[in-house]
């Protein structure tokens, strides 16, 4: 059985709560989940969770690789809050790699 990936269980989170959720809540969710690693259960950092919501607010994986926006961020004082964007269509991504046209989905 495929797990589902960290960002995918984000949006899951987010667009099940339907308001702007405290990022330590995400980052206690990202905590509790698991994934496989050379045969080894290992868990999700803090920092994960914070990589994934920036990715999905800025529609660009720390690769450089386009993801659709799926995130709503908000500062409230030193903290910051996420939501689900709703209504959000993924359209094919077009990126150009050494002059030839890319399309992500």
């Known amino acids: ?10 949006e899951n989170y987010l667009k099940k709560c339907g308001t702007f959720v405290h990022k330590g809540k995400l980052e206690e969710l990202a905590k509790s989940a698991t994934y496989i690693k050379k045969g080894k259960v290992c868990h999700y950092l803090a920092e994960n969770c914070d990589r994934r919501c920036r990715e999905m607010v800025q529609g660009k994986k720390s690769d450089g690789t386009p993801c659709p926006i799926t995130l709503e961020r908000r ?12 209504n959000t269509k993924p359209k094919p991504l077009m990126v150009e790699k050494d002059g030839v046209m890319v399309m992500y989905n």
Request: charged letters at 30%; proline letters at 0%.
């Open 1 to 10: 059985m495929k797990q589902l990936s960290l960002a995918k269980r984000i």
């Open 75 to 86: 500062e409230v004082g030193n903290s910051v809050e996420y939501r689900y964007k709703q």
